[in-house]
């Protein structure tokens, strides 16, 4: 399943990865065990968001930005998503997941940290480099 | 912390609770609202 042979291969895997670190662990050794890591893309729509997006940019293309955003001047931040609609037709889906697991985690943890520095090779100075 | 949303009203429309949601267990426990510190 791995041999790209002339085209190319992905998986990729929509939130949540899981719904704890043991079936987290689980659903990657299954995914490794088909695809290479290099293959596989665990997302989460609202990256593509244009807001979130944006806010990349700003972070680590603004040279103003870039040095001060970080603990030393930072106290701490807020991310509030809220919404005027109810789950509307999703409750089956949704009763299984809840608000942590479907919503702050990627928020919170893709959108704030640059853990593989993958932002910052995108939308940072590194990139002129 | 965690909460779950009411029968309330929006825009003057009244609108469902999280537990009348379709598909919702009428006795759900499921959160709607998590607020959560990260250290």
Redesign the interface.
Known sequence: MTDEGKGCKRIIVEKPFGYSLKTAEELNHGLQKYFHESQIYRIDHYLGKETVQNLLVTRFSNSIFEPLWNRNYIHHVEITNAETVGVEKRGGYYDKSGAARHVSKPLATDCLADRDGTAHKFFGRRNKE | M?GQ?MAST?DGKK??G?RQ?????PK?K?????A?K?L
């Not at chain 2, 499921?30 to 998590?34: L, N």
Request: avoid cysteine; charge should be negative.
């Open positions: 965690k949303y929006i609108v469902n999280y949601e379709e598909g919702v267990d759900s499921t959160e709607t609202y998590a959560i990260f």
